[in-house]
């Protein structure tokens, strides 16, 4: 089974229009690697104007919604991020599940809520160091995955992005058997959730502290489809050469 490689970025709370050269510079690195999917989650704010000069990647959303319209104020739903110009949208940021306190049903029915407005969707999911230094850290994110993935779920719309929270922005990363254990653990549950041939398609991405020192040999790993990328994807310097590693 060919997966075809998808590197994305995510721009987190980071962004200005002064920014905008940034993500044309990201597309033209992006269009010397045509075999490479390239997105980037960019601040709401920005999804127009990047959608509008993206040329090479697809732009995405940080979040949506559940509902699709409703009093919630300062929420967006996937209908509004995708007239935007958004064509995907991650879902369960451990930044989010911390921060907004999402629960694995938010996010599991947030994924359901972009598929019905035709978004892709990044599904993340990641253990703290706390749980991996006790040993269960495959078990607590197969019971965070199976809890979080949506009915119906399939590749062609559904990837999942393993992030262990203990290495996002800190340098920090997992020992290259550690993420071949967990992409590995995370493929096996997929094909008894899903069925081995949406498993063997779907995109399982890594995600934490990814860098251009790091990139090419956590691509190599057999059940690495690609990266999501925090900080280095902020600048076409420091992302173009995760883009070529993958
Ligand atoms: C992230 O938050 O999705 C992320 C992977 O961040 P960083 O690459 O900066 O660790």
């Not at 920005?46 to 919604?65: M, P, Y």
């Not at 559940?66 to 104020?73: I, R, Y």
């Not at 393993?162 to 493929?187: K, S």
């Not at 990139?215 to 790993?221: K, R, V």
Request: charged residues 20%; negative net charge.
């Amino acid at each position: 089974m060919t997966r075809k490689m998808l590197v994305a970025g995510n721009w987190k709370m980071n962004g200005l229009r002064a920014h905008l050269a940034d993500i044309a510079a990201i597309g033209d690195a992006a269009k010397a690697h045509p075999g490479v999917e390239v997105g980037l989650y960019v601040p709401a704010t920005l999804i127009t104007a990047a959608a509008e000069r993206a040329d090479g990647i697809f732009v995405g959303a940080q979040d949506c919604h559940a509902k699709s319209t409703g009093a919630h104020t300062g929420c967006l739903g996937a209908a509004m991020l995708g007239e935007a110009g958004a064509t995907s949208v991650i879902v369960g940021h451990s930044e989010r599940r911390t921060d907004q306190h999402e629960s694995d049903a938010d996010i599991a029915a947030k994924a359901l809520a972009a598929r019905a407005e035709d978004l892709s969707v990044v599904l993340c999911v990641g253990e703290s160091l706390e749980t991996r230094d006790s040993g269960s850290a495959v078990s607590f994110v197969l019971d965070q995955l199976l809890a979080s993935l949506p009915e119906g779920a399939a590749a062609d719309w559904l990837s999942i992005a393993y992030e262990p929270i203990w290495a996002i922005g800190t340098g920090r990363i997992p020992t290259m058997e550690q993420i071949a254990e967990m992409h590995g653990a995370i493929r096996g549950a997929l094909a008894a959730r899903l069925g081995a041939e949406t498993a063997a398609a779907m995109r399982i991405l890594y995600g934490g502290s990814v860098n251009a020192g790091n990139a090419a040999d956590i691509f190599t790993l057999e059940d690495v489809d690609g990266g999501l990328v925090g900080g280095a994807s902020l600048k076409a310097e420091t992302f173009g050469p995760i883009i070529t590693a993958a």
